[in-house]
């Protein structure tokens, strides 16, 4: 099947510093949309992305629609306490079914 | 209005036990999914339903079974749990045609078989 290729696994930075995470995948997609989870809760929806070359923002976070449709990827800048989570990426190509990354650990030192 | 909720949140079973997983949502979607997250994979759908009265496999169905009897509700069963079945599982619900950007997800059951 497909599969989502999402770095890095985990990171543990300092308050304030910027983020980047990336997904890349073999295979084209539609839509790269972006999850946050937070402890003991499901994925709540962050940005959409619909159109290749597409760049949008949400307050403090920018995600990017790769150009070649086979990635994307999301920027936190002046990260806080509350952005510690699991980022999920989730392609969509066709019907209502998503593939997701393996998820980045965010961790956040005050 | 709850959104999507998950029942119970969680459960330790026995090799070979049974169980039924119960989702609710209150958002009237016409599509609605189980998933199972474990670590380092993600989420990989199990199996998904576009409507009353219809079910279909996702990418990981076999072990489970399931059933939507009323547009709100969708059940998950495990007929004969085993340890490869230790995970935690969501649900989640959307409205049909909107490529993922409107699916909701419950807060999740965490399953240990041992």
Known sequence: ?110 | NAGVTQTPKFRVLKTGQSMTLLCAQDMNHEYMYWYRQDPGMGLRLIHYSVGEGTTAKGEVPDGYNVSRLKKQNFLLGLESAAPSQTSVYFCASSPPGTSGRAMFFGPGTRLTVL
């Open chain 1, 1 to 110: 099947g497909q599969q989502l290729n999402q770095s890095p696994q985990s990171m543990f930075i300092q308050e304030g510093e910027d983020v980047s995470m990336n997904c890349t995948s073999s295979s084209i997609f539609n839509t790269w949309l972006w999850y946050k989870q937070e402890p003991g809760e499901g994925p709540v929806l962050l940005i959409a992305l619909y159109k290749a070359g597409e760049l949008t923002s949400n307050g403090r976070l920018t995600a990017q629609f790769g150009i070649t449709r086979k990635d994307s990827f999301l920027n936190i800048s002046a990260s806080i306490p509350s952005d510690v989570g699991i980022y999920f990426c989730a392609g969509h190509l066709y019907g209502n079914k998503l593939v997701f990354g393996a998820g980045t650990i965010l961790r956040v030192k005050s």
